[in-house]
């Protein structure tokens, strides 16, 4: 709705008010007015601050000004507020906060000081710790800041909360690069990469950053994204980017390296790179119903008659692991799956040993007879 920059402007002067004191945006008629908006009536009251319950500064606390009991009681029944400390949040509120607790994610190292507070590398030595509103907050200030092309104090700003979320993450890198602060977004490109490890945006982001810049870093990025990310664009590109030797030997350190964290994820890459006999072995070994059946279109050519004695061996320990006709329909698929192979004379031997040796499941009987079989 704000399509000029008198609007953007009137905008700005409404959330100055409310905003968190950083020193990116500490100037003199910012500072008064968050000064005089502490002391006086707000949205959150000096008096509820003093009286919250006492938490983790670092994670943000849902039930401070949001949870009374005449919420849930209407101000009939006289219910006392847990003394034992804020409840214990995860999905509490929503999406929102589980991205956000994530992403706030400390990690204490061998002095005991968190991920979030080092120096002596170009970063503050203390940084803020917004609770969840200051961060949405502060998301409108700087999309205006944005708006408005305000890129020195964008870029003040964001230098003191980037490792707060990703999104300031992403948009000071943007900022620092539109600069051609290269050194310095380098040093927010790792910085994120240990406060966000989880993110795959991020190691995207990363991979991106050092595209073209630090080819080494930039394989570095792409295995990280195919390995623990499952990014098959980044196993391409990876491949891509490296020569034929270098492929050998990185080729066989991810086929290593996945047989030993995700076999099925193994499987996949075999049959995307026509290594069929490979995939064969591996699915074979893997004396899994469901992954037989998985692969048979692909796999099962490159031999049928293995295939199929698989097939067959693995339906009765599966019928003799586990009941209910959820369980006996999905054995009937894998006996239309031998079907499909072509060995039809086969599964009719096969079916009636089945039969006589579960007589005593008539469930199983009458889902045979229902599948034609």
Known sequence: MCTTADDLEYLLSLVQSDLPALDGIASNETGAVVAAGSGSESGTPQTDIDNAVETDERVPDPT????????????????????VGPLEVTDFVGETLTTILEEMESRPDENGETTGSRGGDGRPEQQPNLSVDEQQLLSTYLWILSELEER?????????????RSEFYRQYIDV??????????????????????????????????YRGRDDERYR??????????EDWDAYDDLRSASSAEEWESISHGLRTQLGRIDPDRLIELYVREDDLEAAFEKVLESDDLEMLRRYREPVAEVDPEAYFEAYRDLPEPSL???????????????????EDLGFDKELAPLIEHLREKHSNRPAFLDELETAGY
């Open 320 to 338: 003799a692991a586990d009941t209910g006709r959820d369980h006996y329909r999905t054995v009937i698929e894998h006996l239309r799956d031998i």
């Open 176 to 209: 620092l690069r539109a600069d051609g602060q290269d050194e310095r977004a380098h040093e927010v490109v790792e910085d994120g990469l240990e406060e966000f490890p989880h993110s795959v945006d991020v190691h995207q982001l990363a991979a991106e950053f």
């Open 152 to 164: 020195e104090q964008l870029a003040a700003v964001l230098e003191d909360v980037y490792i707060e």
């Open 64 to 83: 401070q000004w949001r949870l009374e009991v005449e919420l849930f009681t209407g101000g009939e029944l006289d219910v006392e507020h847990l003394d």
């Open 220 to 229: 570095e990025m792409l295995r990280t994204l195919f390995v623990r990310f």
